[in-house]
């Protein structure tokens, strides 16, 4: 009885540290926003964990080689698809507008399957009772609500004092894998010139060494640089 038990104590304390291990290896991106490659891959690492912890004649290696090859498949297929916009908007999924100048989007609710009683939830968790206070609702492929209040409902921020000239914009990206993405630009209504100058003042001279870059609805440049040139 007590070698049933130190046995199993010992399985589960080697396959803890083996998942907590490979939870931070797999970065933040796993822990604060799941995505649905993510989710499936933190339960069939569960699964896989609890068959030698049920069974006593299954070694830990034969949960804990599974668990490796998934994790593996999950990180090829995450630099996959941030290097490819395109896979990762059909693998991740888009944001989905819910609600437009105060007008609820009924198709979009029923496209998400997201109720009236859901959205109003998601809504009271970022301090919104009224929907005519919002200029622009969002789903995010996370399952987050972004929301983006009417101008005059809006605390002070850069574009009230000035620094700031564009309004109704949600962080938009303006490089993908070095490359800028000009429509963008235009709808900020910033020039590359302004671009390249914030770049310099991080300390970045090339494009080539952006992996991606955006402005947020404050106006702060954002930049997330290719490892190899840290």
């Known amino acids: 009885m007590i070698r049933e038990i130190l046995v199993h104590t010992y399985k589960a304390l080697i396959l803890f540290v083996f998942s907590l291990i490979l939870v931070r290896l797999m970065g933040k991106r796993t822990i604060a926003q799941l995505s649905p490659f993510d989710l499936i891959f933190i339960i069939i690492m569960g699964s ?5 912890l049920e069974d006593d004649k299954i070694s830990v290696s034969n949960g804990v080689i599974p668990v490796i090859i998934i994790a593996l498949l999950n990180y090829l297929l995450a630099i996959f698809i941030t290097k490819n916009r395109k896979a990762e908007n059909a693998l991740q999924g888009t944001s989905t507008v819910l609600i437009k100048n105060g007008e609820v989007l009924v198709n979009n609710l029923k496209k998400e399957r997201i109720t009236i009683a859901d959205l109003m939830v998601l809504l009271r968790e970022k301090d919104v009772t009224n929907i005519n206070e919002i200029e622009e ?6 399952g987050k609500l972004s929301v983006l209040k009417k101008k005059h409902m ?5 574009k009230d004092l000035g620094l700031w000239g564009n309004e109704g914009i949600f962080p938009t990206i303006v490089v993908e894998q ?3 993405i000009e429509e963008n630009l235009d709808r900020l209504d910033v020039s590359i010139d302004l671009m390249i100058k914030e770049m310099r003042q991080k300390g970045i001279t090339q494009l080539r060494q952006i992996n991606r870059a955006w402005y947020d609805e404050e106006g702060n440049f954002t930049v997330d640089r290719i490892s190899e040139y840290y």
Request: hydrophobic share 40%; net charge neutral; charged share 10%.
């Open 48 to 52: 896989a964990i609890a068959i030698p």
């Open 137 to 142: 609702a969002s789903i995010e492929p996370n």
């Open 178 to 180: 070095g490359k800028v």
């Open 154 to 158: 809006q605390t002070m921020t850069p």
